[in-house]
């Protein structure tokens, strides 16, 4: 089935940096964009970036550029989201999104990975 | 950035009661707008595409409206697996921004 299986619990130091994974099956990885949303304990929904697989073109929020890089492998089917310079306002579930285009402009996150707990903590 | 504001942010209901969550975009969007659930411990799952289109498996109780600023979603008659909390997200532009959510709780 169509799934994006992500890579476990990281624990880092403040200044360190987190690579995390989202692994593709079920679909063409190359054909849809992947999205990289984070959720603070008790918090709401962060658009974080996402990249074309296909063309690895990216595009950031504001707030995490310079920070933030999202990569892939198409061998492997697999996307990386890296966070450096960690602080502790960064301990959050990062989850990789799939955007399915419904059609010209219409597009909505239709798979999501599991989420993946970074904790940031001296 | 295109700031996304719902209401209430918790909502007490009971099983079989008619609900809506109201979500308003600080400026038009046209109907890109979507709403996912979001249930303890779980990724978002996505409910409603462009403003009232219903994603494929989703229960036909659920239903969405709006364009331009303001957008609702409702849920005709509350299932014990609904309490939850919403979100709203508008795909006009980048970034695509959220909603606080709405949690929708049991009375």
């Known amino acids: 089935q169509v799934q994006l299986v992500q890579s476990g619990a990281e624990v880092k130091k403040p200044g360190a940096s987190v690579k995390v994974s989202c692994k593709a099956s079920?679909?063409?990885?190359?054909?849809?964009?992947i999205n990289w949303v984070r959720q603070a304990t008790g918090q709401g929904l962060e658009w974080m970036g996402w990249?074309?697989?296909?063309?690895?073109?990216?595009a950031y929020a504001q707030k995490f550029q310079g920070r933030v890089a999202i990569t892939r492998n198409t061998s492997i089917s697999t996307a990386y989201m890296e966070l450096s310079s960690l602080r502790s306002e960064d301990t959050a579930v990062y989850y990789c999104?799939?955007?399915?285009?419904?059609?010209?402009?219409?597009?909505?996150?239709?798979?999501w990975g599991q989420g993946t707990m970074v904790t940031v903590s001296s | 950035d295109i700031q996304m504001t719902q209401s209430p942010s918790s909502l007490s209901a009971s099983v079989g009661d008619r609900v809506t969550i109201t979500c308003r975009a600080s400026?038009?969007?046209?109907?890109?707008l979507n709403w996912y659930q979001q249930k303890p411990g779980k990724a978002p799952k996505l409910l409603i595409y462009?403003?009232?289109s219903l994603q494929s498996g989703v229960p036909s109780r659920f239903s969405g409206s709006g364009s331009g600023t303001d957008f609702t979603l409702s849920i005709s008659s509350l299932q014990p697996e609904d309490f939850a909390t919403y979100y709203c997200?508008?795909?006009?532009?980048?970034?695509?921004?959220f909603g606080q959510g709405t949690k929708l709780k049991i009375k």
């Open positions: 999104a799939r955007r399915f285009w419904f059609g010209e402009l219409v597009s909505a996150f239709d798979i």
């Open positions: 997200q508008q795909s006009y532009s980048t970034p695509q921004t």
């Open positions: 079920g679909y063409t990885f190359t054909s849809y964009d």
């Open positions: 990249m074309n697989p296909n063309s690895g073109n990216t």
């Open positions: 400026q038009s969007i046209s109907t890109y």
């Open positions: 462009a403003a009232s």
